[in-house]
């Protein structure tokens, strides 16, 4: 029977939002950072980025998450306004304890230092923030005097214990306690105010405001002690921390800059510049230990360098929107992925070191990837195909439009096929050679091994089967299945063809009659994507229940099922990188790798 293990996880990167700030939580130990995608809480290693965790539990979008002081535990608080306690230790992250402190929303987390309390602050209907006991849930205060929702909390590392909180209404709030209760209103920002940290050891905190300014104030009182520049940024500060020793203050913002500085004398120390485009914003940081962290817009994580603040030592890459296309490189270990936001990143299999195609691509959701020699081509629903030179890694000048909206794409040798809404489209080399208008929605689009017939999958619930011959499409047969196609794929070897539908099957033909062998009904949801292993013994479907199932035509009744491959989340696409190791990437923005032992 054969088994399995996941090789490698190549994950997400944080989900931003224009003008929201991003929470980075920060292990006390200073060896792991965590932040939020969709449904899912990512834990990565800081120093070795590609050692990750994912923490899948909530039902819906996670907000924010931070670790204990303790580190034994992560709260995690969604868009419900529900928190979830779970433990660090155990591979299984145990869940602790779950409560719902807030109607709406939950956009920051801090802890009592003896980890023994937590607040809660963001969007409510009667309350914007809560503090609670951790191991009962009991209240131990209320947060007063905000009008409208909550950005931003800190709780005070040491005694007198002290609660400070940023707010919508353009308001900071100080608290005392516990139990806590409402002490000083400060209300020296003009705009939003997005962020609020105390120093490590206690004695000032600080607030960044959506106007550019940002303030530091005395740690047990909250008297003004001062100002960051004049204002500190010309955007909107978005997110600012002190640095271990409390001796610096790092500060982000949507000016595409960074600054740095002096905790004691409030003079500027550094300035880190990014990039000019929408992009280059900067909505979130964490200093851990030697390792300065920001956030662009774009979800990119920058290790900041004190000694070259325009060039970051190492840039984390990646995509932080479904991953809808996959394909691999002619050198049998770059992977190429494309998004839902038009973006598409390439991989080495081995490291995960990855990067994006440069210059000006496509504008919106990437359909389907495929390579031919030097090209990558690529299809999207911008109605455009474009042909990309591997080496160069950068976009070609133009695209080629297409005469309907395009789903999937094929290529043999010089030509390749596109399946569109309306039609299938011939290319040759770059040339349009013909467009062929279809009676249905093509959906799926696949080569036989010798190029000799082309395969199309339609929303009609047949597969079309066409001769290739010198540009002309000739249909010969069809093939009646019980749901609309969602992809085809010959094995290596020529000896089969295997497709999946949205009715939960995958069906094996056996050529050259394409007469039909088996179908497997294993998954419980619409399959979206089939493939073969180079030796053509296997072939692994992914689905939208979120399984990859990895079957043997000759042991069809026992397949090897890898349930919650990627948890919930659906398999968008899967392949075989080699005839041992499945790569799949889903609607959670992660890239996986699995070993197969047959």
Same mark, same amino acid.
């Given at each position: 029977?054969?088994?399995?293990?996941?090789?490698?996880?190549?994950?997400?990167?944080?989900?931003?939002? @224009?003008?929201?700030?991003?929470?980075? %939580?920060?292990?006390?130990? =200073?060896?792991? *950072? &965590?932040?939020?995608? #969709? !449904? $899912? /809480?990512?834990?990565?290693?800081?120093?070795?980025?590609?050692?990750?965790?994912?923490?899948?539990?909530?039902?819906?979008?996670?907000?924010?998450?931070?670790?204990?002081?303790?580190?034994?535990?992560?709260?995690?608080?969604?868009?419900?306004?529900?928190?979830?306690?779970?433990?660090?230790?155990?591979?299984?992250?145990?869940?602790?304890?779950e409560y719902q402190p807030l109607g709406?929303?939950?956009?920051?987390?801090?802890?009592?230092?003896?980890?023994? @309390?937590?607040?809660?602050?963001?969007? %409510?209907?009667?309350?914007? =923030?809560?503090? *609670? &006991?951790?191991?009962? #849930? !009991? $209240? /131990?205060?209320?947060?007063?005097?905000?009008?409208?929702?909550?950005?931003?909390?800190?709780?005070?590392?040491?005694?007198?214990?002290?609660?400070?909180?940023?707010?919508?209404?353009?308001?900071?709030?100080?608290?005392?306690?516990?139990?806590?209760?409402?002490?000083?209103?400060?209300?020296?920002?003009?705009?939003?105010?997005?962020?609020?940290?105390?120093?490590?050891?206690?004695?000032?905190?600080?607030?960044?405001?959506?106007?550019?300014?940002?303030?530091?104030?005395?740690?047990?009182?909250?008297?003004?002690?001062?100002?960051?520049?004049?204002?500190?940024?010309?955007? #909107?500060?978005?997110?600012?921390?002190?640095?271990?020793?409390?001796?610096?203050?790092?500060?982000?913002?949507?000016?595409?800059?960074?600054?740095?500085?002096?905790?004691?004398?409030?003079?500027?120390?550094?300035?880190?510049?990014?990039?000019?485009?929408?992009?280059?914003?900067?909505?979130?940081?964490?200093?851990?230990?030697?390792?300065?962290?920001?956030?662009?817009?774009?979800?990119?994580?920058?290790?900041?360098?004190?000694?070259?603040?325009?060039?970051?030592?190492?840039?984390?890459?990646?995509?932080?929107?479904?991953?809808?296309?996959?394909?691999?490189?002619?050198?049998?270990?770059?992977?190429?992925?494309?998004?839902?936001?038009?973006?598409?990143?390439?991989?080495?299999?081995?490291?995960?070191?990855?990067?994006?195609?440069?210059?000006?691509?496509?504008?919106?959701?990437?359909?389907?990837?495929?390579?031919?020699?030097?090209?990558?081509?690529?299809?999207?629903?911008?109605?455009?195909?474009?042909?990309?030179?591997?080496?160069?890694?950068?976009?070609?000048?133009?695209?080629?439009?297409?005469?309907?909206?395009?789903?999937?794409?094929?290529?043999?040798?010089?030509?390749?096929?596109?399946?569109?809404?309306?039609?299938?489209?011939?290319?040759?080399?770059?040339?349009?050679?013909?467009?062929?208008?279809?009676?249905?929605?093509?959906?799926?689009?696949?080569?036989?091994?010798?190029?000799?017939?082309?395969?199309?999958?339609?929303?009609?619930?047949?597969?079309?089967?066409?001769?290739?011959?010198?540009?002309?499409?000739?249909?010969?047969?069809?093939?009646?299945?019980?749901?609309?196609?969602?992809?085809?794929?010959?094995?290596?070897?020529?000896?089969?063809?295997?497709?999946?539908?949205?009715?939960?099957?995958?069906?094996?033909?056996?050529?050259?009659?394409?007469?039909?062998?088996?179908?497997?009904?294993?998954?419980?949801?619409?399959?979206?994507?089939?493939?073969?292993?180079?030796?053509?013994?296997?072939?692994?479907?992914?689905?939208?229940?979120?399984?990859?199932?990895?079957?043997?035509?000759?042991?069809?009744?026992?397949?090897?099922?890898?349930?919650?491959?990627?948890?919930?989340?659906?398999?968008?696409?899967?392949?075989?990188?080699?005839?041992?190791?499945?790569?799949?990437?889903?609607q959670d923005s992660n890239l996986k790798?699995?070993?197969?032992?047959?």
């Amino acid at each position: 029977m054969p088994t399995y293990s996941l090789r490698s996880t190549f994950a997400t990167l944080p989900r931003t939002t @224009r003008g929201r700030p991003i929470v980075i %939580g920060v292990d006390p130990k =200073g060896k792991n *950072f &965590l932040y939020t995608n #969709g !449904s $899912s /809480v990512i834990i990565r290693e800081v120093a070795n980025p590609s050692k990750c965790d994912i923490y899948t539990e909530h039902s819906v979008n996670v907000s924010v998450a931070q670790y204990s002081p303790s580190g034994f535990y992560i709260a995690s608080g969604d868009n419900h306004g529900k928190i979830r306690i779970w433990d660090t230790v155990n591979p299984e992250h145990i869940l602790a304890h779950e409560y719902q402190p807030l109607g709406g929303c939950i956009k920051d987390i801090a802890w009592s230092p003896d980890s023994k @309390r937590i607040v809660v602050v963001g969007e %409510g209907r009667e309350k914007f =923030g809560h503090v *609670f &006991l951790m191991e009962s #849930g !009991s $209240s /131990v205060g209320e947060i007063m005097g905000h009008s409208k929702s909550i950005n931003s909390c800190d709780y005070r590392s040491s005694r007198p214990f002290r609660i400070v909180t940023a707010g919508e209404d353009q308001n900071s709030t100080f608290l005392e306690g516990p139990p806590f209760k409402f002490s000083k209103m400060i209300r020296d920002h003009t705009n939003f105010v997005n962020c609020v940290r105390f120093s490590h050891n206690g004695e000032k905190f600080v607030t960044g405001g959506a106007e550019g300014k940002v303030f530091v104030y005395e740690g047990k009182s909250a008297d003004k002690l001062g100002e960051l520049g004049a204002p500190a940024h010309k955007g #909107g500060v978005y997110a600012l921390t002190f640095s271990p020793d409390d001796t610096q203050i790092l500060t982000v913002s949507g000016e595409k800059m960074a600054k740095l500085w002096d905790a004691n004398s409030y003079a500027l120390i550094t300035e880190f510049h990014f990039g000019k485009t929408t992009e280059d914003m900067q909505v979130g940081c964490a200093w851990i230990g030697e390792y300065i962290l920001t956030i662009s817009l774009s979800g990119y994580i920058n290790y900041l360098d004190k000694n070259n603040p325009d060039r970051p030592t190492r840039i984390l890459k990646g995509h932080n929107k479904p991953i809808m296309a996959l394909t691999l490189g002619s050198d049998g270990k770059t992977l190429y992925t494309g998004c839902s936001g038009g973006h598409i990143n390439y991989w080495d299999a081995d490291s995960g070191l990855d990067d994006e195609i440069v210059g000006k691509g496509h504008s919106t959701q990437i359909q389907d990837l495929t390579v031919s020699g030097d090209n990558l081509i690529s299809i999207s629903m911008d109605d455009s195909i474009r042909f990309t030179s591997i080496t160069s890694k950068q976009y070609g000048t133009s695209a080629i439009k297409l005469e309907s909206q395009p789903r999937a794409v094929a290529s043999h040798g010089n030509l390749t096929a596109v399946a569109c809404i309306n039609h299938v489209i011939l290319l040759d080399g770059e040339c349009v050679v013909l467009t062929q208008p279809l009676g249905f929605e093509g959906t799926a689009i696949a080569f036989s091994c010798d190029g000799g017939m082309l395969a199309v999958g339609g929303n009609d619930s047949k597969i079309h089967l066409y001769e290739v011959n010198n540009f002309t499409l000739t249909e010969m047969k069809t093939l009646d299945e019980n749901g609309a196609i969602r992809d085809i794929s010959y094995s290596p070897d020529g000896q089969y063809m295997t497709s999946c539908n949205a009715e939960r099957r995958a069906n094996l033909y056996s050529l050259p009659n394409y007469s039909h062998v088996h179908n497997s009904t294993h998954h419980t949801a619409r399959v979206n994507s089939v493939s073969w292993s180079p030796d053509s013994t296997h072939f692994a479907t992914g689905g939208v229940d979120g399984n990859i199932i990895v079957h043997n035509p000759k042991q069809w009744m026992s397949p090897l099922v890898i349930k919650g491959a990627h948890k919930m989340s659906q398999v968008n696409r899967v392949l075989w990188l080699n005839d041992n190791v499945v790569v799949s990437v889903g609607q959670d923005s992660n890239l996986k790798q699995w070993t197969i032992e047959h």
